[in-house]
């Protein structure tokens, strides 16, 4: 495995970041996880526009796109693999133990892992903690991730693949890496932005394609929607057979089957939409 590290292309043994990063330290730090076919990048443009959004949001330099770019295409032809999740990482660098950040500058790191494509369909479960709707970090990117790591082992210990999120006031949220979409008498919906989720690439890319609405969605809607399907990067568009106890009929239904035929009809046809 080789590793883009400090400018240039590093072996695994030898990739190494200070234990005072600050990354490490607080997780002040963000990232992109981008979908990598036969080691070419799906939507990039669109994943570096969010590096630099979720950077400016917590206050760190803009990464430089070219580097990046760089950087992804050195990976990608050093590790060859048919799907891969190629990750951007970006952190406050080098910094004192507390919160302040120090001055060296950013650290960036660029690696890869293989993986199989997802099930089409999948369980979720809910989770009684909630997204912050209001937070600073909201709607950014960033390495800060524990409490999707508490809810995605609760998730895995229930035999869910992903759990669901409410905001603080009740409202249907997102999932721990993904977006979610319910179907109403027949019309697709999804919570909006101002709901405290990440504004998903998948997302983005279904609603264009689907015209799919932003709405403001009880939590509870789960126990009533005609059909549920996630959105993520590596998910693409994947049914929900299961939500909690409740087992939509026949997942995917008609209407997620449709965004998933469009998705992929879509997404083959251009690979930085
Ligand atoms: C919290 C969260 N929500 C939603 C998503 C889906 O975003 P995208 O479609 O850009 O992968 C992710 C991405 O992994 C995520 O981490």
Redesign the pocket.
């Known amino acids: 495995m080789r590793i883009w590290l400090d400018g240039g292309l590093r072996d695994l043994d030898s990739a190494r970041v200070s234990v005072f990063d600050h990354g490490l330290t607080v997780g002040d730090g963000i990232f ?2 981008v979908k990598a076919l036969d080691g070419r990048t799906f ?1 990039l443009t ?2 570096l526009d ?1 590096l630099t959004r979720s950077a400016r949001g917590l206050g760190l330099p803009d990464p430089d796109h070219d580097e990046v770019r760089e950087a992804c295409a050195a990976v990608l032809e050093a590790n060859p693999m048919p799907l891969g999740r190629l990750r951007i990482t970006y952190t406050g660098g080098h910094g004192p133990l507390g919160s302040d950040r120090g001055e060296h500058g950013p650290t960036l790191v660029v690696a890869v892992g293989e993986t199989a494509r997802r099930p089409d369909s999948t369980s979720v479960i809910t989770v009684p903690w909630t997204r912050n709707e209001r937070g600073a970090l909201t709607g950014l ?1 960033t390495t800060s ?1 524990a409490e ?1 790591v508490v809810a995605l082992a609760r998730a895995h210990q229930h035999g869910a693949s992903e759990a669901l999120f409410g905001n603080t006031v009740g409202q249907l949220c ?6 979610v979409f319910v179907v109403l008498d027949g019309e697709i919906h999804t919570p909006p932005v101002a709901s405290g ?9 279904v609603a264009e394609w689907t015209g799919a609405k932003e709405t403001d969605l009880p939590l509870d809607v789960l126990q009533r929607a005609d059909e549920v399907f996630l ?5 693409d568009v994947q049914a929900v057979h299961r939500v909690d106890d409740r087992e939509p009929a026949g997942a995917p239904g008609p209407v997620t089957a449709k965004a998933m035929r469009i998705f992929d009809e879509r997404a083959g046809d251009d690979l930085d939409p």
């Open positions: 992109e996880t939507a669109r994943h969010r990117k991730y999707n997102e999932g721990t890496g993904s977006n989720c990440l504004p998903g690439i998948t997302r983005a890319l959105t993520s990067t590596l998910r």
